[in-house]
């Protein structure tokens, strides 16, 4: 019980990473994004192909420590992030930009995203092809915390990497005039265009840190399990899951119901086959649709 | 002189036109007050002045300079605030936080502004670190006027401050309007409630997306039959 728990927050970590990007955008454009999914699996094969790339320099080929990935692995979270921020950026002057300028129904654009998603997967089948990847070959080395906890050191760095990106999230959100600005826009559009501020300018940042989280959230879930071009599609689910439980625009709710998603799943596992896992992410996904629509912490409750 | 006029508009949402060839003026350091009945087009008038909406026809005049069509982005940084009717704070938003975005386009240290919106509406003070959407309707209102005058404006354009709240509170309200305006502010406050007439210096009354009448406050409270067909006595 208690390893699931924490297994649980090693997956809730990673989805919470993935979720606040998409309810910033969501709450700002009205644009449930279904490419975001596909957006982390880029973001995992970018690490793969510039890992690859510094590893042919010899001393980064070499494992990082005690854990299974490479320094090479550790040093292209860098490039991988920018190349993710600035395909984020792309993908929305491009696509969705155009859409808001001629007043496109969300649901367009919803369907637009889709096609996007597909567009990305497609990319990676063309280059990377169906078959798994993995970061390393190497062994992975378990590590034993008390409470009989048996964790696999890379876990550790996942939840260190993971929680330390989230912490910089929301400070950046909390504390600052651009991250206050965020928030106020994906509560409450119409009056922040009333005060001032400037949606266009507002939506680069809010694609770009979508990008950067993407990125990370990827790579992470690529070292906990392994690379392959459907893996976004199928962590798009307790994304959506995580976010609608958050209510929408809701960074905190975000965070939270990521938390809450990976604490159901592994938890669940107690009692159902773990095939079924993903099942429970949709269930309290409706659940949360028919008794609470706003969210646990959606905007205008009353 | 003339701080706000509109000639002409017609506006409205899609296909429908809401407003038809509406015109009106608002003195510089006035109240004026714009009353009518539910559907009247009262709120598609702040919109449109706003640049929320664009006119289809008509123009709209700030200062004397043409604003027709400006991004309310835009219309925010010349000195007029709006204050919608609904969804008028940053729920998720700490009390502070919606002042600091209130104050969003200022460059310069504010902080001095905000105390002074505290100072404005005491009640506010002690509640700085609580959510917006945590806070009575009357404590709502007092913030989302609160929000708009963080940017020194010339002119507020207020739609229905009095919704919802008992009727000791909205005396507050106007009571508070009454005060900015004496310190300066041009207001232009959109109403249901035929109470702003007690607190404006000219009204108009809109129905139907048309002007019925227009005049001194004092005018059209002593007017019987507007008393009888609008504003409910």
Sequence with gaps: ?302 | MSKLRIENVVSGYGSMDVLHQLSLEVEEGKIVTLLGPNGAGKTTVLRTIFGVLSPKEGKIFYNGEDITGLQPEKVARLGMSYVPQEENIFAALTVQENLEMGAFTREDDFRQRMEEVFEFFPDLTGRRTSRAGDLSGGMRQMLAIGRALMLNPEMLLLDEPSTGLAPFLVEQIFERIQALNKQGVTVFLVEQNAQALSCADSAYILEGGEKKAEGTAQELMNDEEIGRVYLGR
């Design chain 1, 1 to 302: 019980m208690v390893e699931l728990i924490v297994y649980g927050i090693v997956l809730g970590s990673i989805i919470a990473l993935g979720s606040v990007g998409l309810t910033l955008i969501w709450g700002i454009t009205d644009l449930f994004n279904c490419a975001h999914g596909d957006q982390i699996t880029v973001g995992a094969y970018l690490a793969l192909l510039f890992s690859g790339l510094l590893s042919r320099i010899g001393p980064l080929s070499n494992p990082v420590g005690p854990f299974s990935f490479s320094w090479g692995l550790l040093l292209s979270f860098i490039p991988a992030i920018i190349v993710s921020i600035g395909l984020a950026v792309l993908v929305d002057r491009l696509v969705y930009k155009r859409m808001r300028r001629t007043g496109a129904h969300f649901i367009t654009a919803f369907i637009a995203s889709i096609g996007v998603a597909w567009a990305l997967r497609g990319f990676i089948y063309i280059i990377w092809g169906a078959d798994f990847h993995f970061y390393s070959e190497g062994l992975r080395g378990m590590v034993f915390l008390p409470a009989g906890i048996k964790l696999r050191i890379d876990e550790i760095f996942i939840m260190i990497v993971a929680w330390g990106s989230v912490a910089a999230v929301y400070l950046f959100l909390g504390r600052t005039k651009t991250g206050k600005a965020l928030r106020a826009l994906a509560d409450n559009p119409n009056l922040a265009r009333v005060s001032g501020i400037n949606v266009e300018r507002m939506l680069i940042w809010a694609w770009g840190l979508a990008g950067l989280l993407v990125a990370v959230a990827g790579i992470l879930y690529g070292i906990e399990t392994q690379l392959r071009p459907e893996m976004g599609w199928i962590f798009l689910l307790p994304l959506f899951a995580a976010v609608i439980l958050g209510g929408k625009g809701s960074i905190t709710g975000a965070l939270a119901g990521g938390l809450v998603m990976g604490l159901a799943q592994q938890v669940s596992t107690l009692f159902l086959v773990p095939t079924y896992k993903p099942a429970v992410a949709f269930i309290i996904m409706i659940l949360v649709l028919i008794f609470r629509p706003k969210g646990i912490f959606g905007r205008r409750s009353a």
